[in-house]
T-cell receptor, first 117, second 112 residues
């Protein structure tokens, strides 16, 4: 199946700094990518839909000025957590939809563990 | 997007068949049903997807009744490595946006 990568796989930062997470579709083009956040022992929560060449669509309750999403190409979307605080510590996961497959399967990245001190 | 309901947890033993049922009463006509598996600190992994009746692949079967208001994921002869969280989702059809809303999922514990 198609592969989605994320970088970095984990990151530790100080409170108040910004962190950028990359999501790449390695062998297919993704006009749409999605960003999720997952706290321990909880399910994935959809944060936003990232559209190539246009603004992201954020879910209710997600601060768009805090979680900046850029989808500059058909294979790359980035999530920047600005002015990170300890409560932003979480597991961030992206996904991309591969329309080539015919069954419209979504592929998820391996996730990025963010720890804010 | 249709809401899904699954059992929070299930226990099984190695070699047994495991069936996890999901209800999605408000499924839309163009919604597909997709199941994902997630291990701790990893992204979800696609298991199987279907629209109606039965779908089978090398790892699982998916049974969908005619009214499509529920679905059952069947895992044959589970092993310890099948211990994971299983999510049932609806909405990822060809004409849909691809937006998926995850429910609580079912934590499957396979015992030796």
């Amino acid at each position: 199946g198609a592969v989605v990568s994320q970088h970095p796989s984990w990151v530790i930062c100080k409170s108040g700094t910004s962190v950028k997470i990359e999501c790449r579709s390695l062998d297919f083009q993704a006009t749409t990518m999605f960003w999720y956040r997952q706290f321990p022992k909880q399910s994935l929560m959809l944060m936003a839909t990232s559209n190539e060449g246009s603004k992201a669509t954020y879910e209710q309750g997600v601060e768009k000025d805090k979680f900046l999403i850029n989808h500059a190409s058909l294979t790359l979307s980035t999530l920047t957590v600005t002015s990170a605080h300890p409560e932003d510590s979480s597991f961030y996961i992206c996904s991309a939809r591969d329309r080539r497959q015919g069954i419209h399967e979504q592929f998820f990245g391996p996730g990025t563990r963010l720890t804010v001190l | 997007l249709a809401k899904t309901t699954q059992p929070i947890s299930m226990d099984s033993y190695e070699g047994q068949e495991v069936n996890i049922t999901c209800s999605h009463n408000n499924i839309a006509t163009n919604d597909y049903i997709t199941w994902y598996q997630q291990f701790p600190s990893q992204g979800p992994r696609f298991i199987i997807q279907g629209y109606k009746t039965k779908v089978t692949n090398e790892v699982a079967s998916l049974f969908i009744p005619a009214d499509r208001k529920s679905s059952t994921l069947s895992l044959p002869r589970v092993s310890l490595s099948d211990t994971a969280v299983y999510y049932c989702l609806v909405g990822d059809g060809p004409s849909n946006t691809g937006k998926l809303i995850f429910g609580q999922g079912t934590t499957l514990q396979v015992k030796p």
